[in-house]
Structure formats: C-alpha cells, structure tokens
C-alpha cells in the first residue's frame, strides 16, 4: 500500500508553508494562530506539525502508533515545550473521549488505515472542532493513474484514496464551508496525489 514515511526537511517544508498559511487566515480574522485555545494534531509520524503547532497555545497530540507518540514526545522535550498531552487511540472511545478544540491539524496516510476507516476517523475529529474554528487536512485525494485503474479497481477502496467528493459531502455534514483547497507538492507517495484543504466550521445553532 503506497505510503509516506517521515522525513525531517520534507517536515521543515511543510512547517513553514502550513504556518505561513494559518498567521495569513487568522490575521484576516483579526487574530493570530498563537493563542488558540485547543489544538488537536492526528498523525504526527508523517509531518512533525506539534514541532511548531506547540508555539500556538496547548495541544492534544493523538495517534494510532506508540512509536510516532514517543518520537513527537522527544522532540518536543528537546524544544521544552511541556503544554502537549499525548494520546494513544485504541477505539471509539479513546476518539470520544479527546478535548474540543479550535483548531484540527492532521495529515493522513493509507498506511495510518483504509480510507473508508479514515473517512469515519476523520468525521469524530471534525466533530471535535467548535463552532468558528478550523481544520488544516492534508489527504491522499487522487490516483496519478486513476483512469487507467478504474476499469480493475473494483471499488474505490483499491486506489487508496478519499475521493474530494466524498471529503465535500463529509465537511457540509458537519457544516463546515471550505476556505482553501490546493494540490500539495511537498506530500508525495508513488502515484497518489495529496491536497491540502483549510476549512472552517460554521457556528452550530
């Protein structure tokens, strides 16, 4: 299953483009991306994002893998940030159970779970954002080879992707209005395409 693992100037990149475009959201908001109230980081091993999400305000770093939590909790020692409580997901539960928060930052992989698994996973974090707050996605959207494949994909479990259409359908579910979404140069696994996708949730009534 193609896949990407973590790679430190890869993870630099990254950083800086993800902050540059949050410090641009939150000013067009009158506010900063330092100060948040909650942030909530789901698979750390691909990005290394709590190394900079952690200079915002407190942060809840959950993941499907001890090893990535371990390596996110040294590295953050190694930048004495302390305000980060990491979370080790088992189940639904552990997924309940994780804090509201007012931003989501996350960069899935096919290797972190099926896509129609993650599909579900990501529905309970989006669930987790309040009401004005934002998630910042980086997902596996598109197959390179996607025409070609179609007619021996027996369903679309087999190109390892979540189809846009279905992220679409997931943020108007929980009603949240798409602020930015553009393909990602820097996340490349073999043939699958990445997008990065900045949404904000719209106040619940």
């Known amino acids: 299953?193609?896949?990407?693992?973590?790679?430190?100037?890869?993870?630099?990149?990254?950083?800086?483009a993800d902050r540059a475009l949050l410090d641009a959201y939150y000013t067009q908001r009158n506010t900063r991306f330092a100060g948040r109230?909650?942030?909530?980081?789901?698979?750390?091993?691909?990005?290394?994002g709590s190394d900079w999400l952690a200079e915002g305000g407190p942060m809840t770093i959950a993941d499907l893998s001890a090893p990535q939590l371990i390596a996110a909790r040294d590295r953050l020692n190694a930048k004495s940030f302390t305000r980060a409580t990491l979370t080790l997901l088992g189940n639904r539960t552990d997924i309940d159970a994780l804090p509201c928060c007012d931003l989501l930052?996350?960069?899935?992989?096919t290797?972190?779970?099926?896509p129609t698994v993650l599909v579900r996973m990501l529905g309970l974090l989006l669930s987790k954002v309040l009401?004005?707050?934002?998630?910042l996605l980086h997902l596996?959207?598109?197959?390179?080879?996607?025409?070609?494949?179609?007619?021996?994909?027996?369903?679309?479990?087999?190109?390892?992707?979540?189809?846009?259409?279905?992220?679409?359908?997931?943020?108007?579910a929980l009603q949240f209005s798409i602020v930015l979404?553009?393909?990602n140069a820097i996340l490349r696994a073999s043939d699958i395409v990445y997008h990065s996708m900045l949404v904000q949730r719209r106040d619940l009534l």
Not at 1 to 16: G, T
Not at 145 to 163: E, G, K, S, T, W
């Open 111 to 114: 290797r972190t779970a099926p």
């Open 105 to 109: 930052y996350c960069a899935l992989t």
């Open 181 to 183: 979404v553009q393909e």
């Open 1 to 16: 299953m193609p896949s990407i693992e973590y790679d430190a100037p890869r993870a630099l990149s990254l950083a800086r």
């Open 37 to 48: 109230s909650g942030i909530l980081e789901f698979c750390c091993g691909v990005t290394g």
């Open 131 to 135: 009401s004005g707050g934002a998630a």
């Open 140 to 172: 596996p959207t598109q197959h390179r080879h996607y025409q070609l494949m179609l007619q021996d994909a027996q369903d679309l479990r087999d190109l390892n992707v979540i189809p846009q259409w279905t992220l679409f359908e997931l943020f108007e």
